[in-house]
């Protein structure tokens, strides 16, 4: 009669050692998987009002944001782009896109824009962008009616168009309501963007 072969764990070391690297491999790769889910990844996921990734939706934060910028040329509208740093909400990132609209050579040579400066923007629960400027009086900024129509009509193109969760504009001027910016045009209201003005 054939002698029992002992097939526990304990009495095979070879069985033994091949149960304990599965284990361990098992559990190292849980534990790597695990680390990896819950680390913080190097992205900025800036979240619109109503909770909607925004534009900025899981870039690097160390990349430029390349943005559309609206300038009056040739008596329309010629947008064209450029690369903004990455803000870390919607509100800082309307700030930057502004600021370098303003510093765009293209708005240094605009009547109805070349005279005014960005002094601040808030952004409302609504969607609506208060863009605040300082300048000179009224009367001191020279500009047709026409040149001023496409001055504030940049800066508003500028702005919705490059934020899905903006829906109106409304101008101030050192922080309060603003009337006109060279004589011609009522700001007093909102405004919406105008793809029309746009040169195709």
């Known amino acids: ?22 284990i ?9 998987l ?16 109503e909770g909607e990734p925004s534009l900025m939706q899981f870039a690097r934060r160390d990349e ?20 903004v740093k990455r803000q870390p909400d919607t509100q800082s990132q309307v700030r930057e896109v502004l600021a370098a609209f303003f510093q765009d050579k293209r708005a240094a040579e605009t009547a109805g824009i070349k005279d005014i400066k960005l002094k601040s923007l808030y952004v409302d629960a609504s969607g609506k962008a208060y863009i605040d400027l300082t ?3 009224q009367k001191d900024i020279r500009a047709s009616a026409w040149d001023e129509h496409l001055a504030v009509y ?16 409304q101008f101030l001027r050192d922080g309060k309501e ?7 045009m009522d700001l007093s209201r909102s405004f919406t963007k105008r793809m029309d003005l746009i040169k195709q």
Do not use: Y
């Open 135 to 137: 300048s000179p009086q």
């Open 64 to 83: 430029p944001l390349t943005v559309k910028l609206c300038f009056p040329i040739d008596g329309l509208l010629a947008c064209g782009t450029a690369a």
């Open 34 to 49: 695990w680390l990896k889910m819950h680390s913080v990844p190097d992205t900025v996921v800036t979240r619109t009002m």
């Open 154 to 169: 940049a800066m508003v193109n500028t702005v919705i168009q490059n934020f899905e969760e903006i829906k109106t504009v």
């Open 1 to 22: 009669m054939p002698e029992k072969t002992d097939r526990r764990i304990g009495n095979n070391p070879l069985l033994l050692g091949a149960v304990i690297a599965l």
């Open 178 to 184: 603003m009337q006109t910016l060279a004589g011609h």
């Open 24 to 32: 361990t491999v098992v559990v190292g790769g849980g534990i790597a």
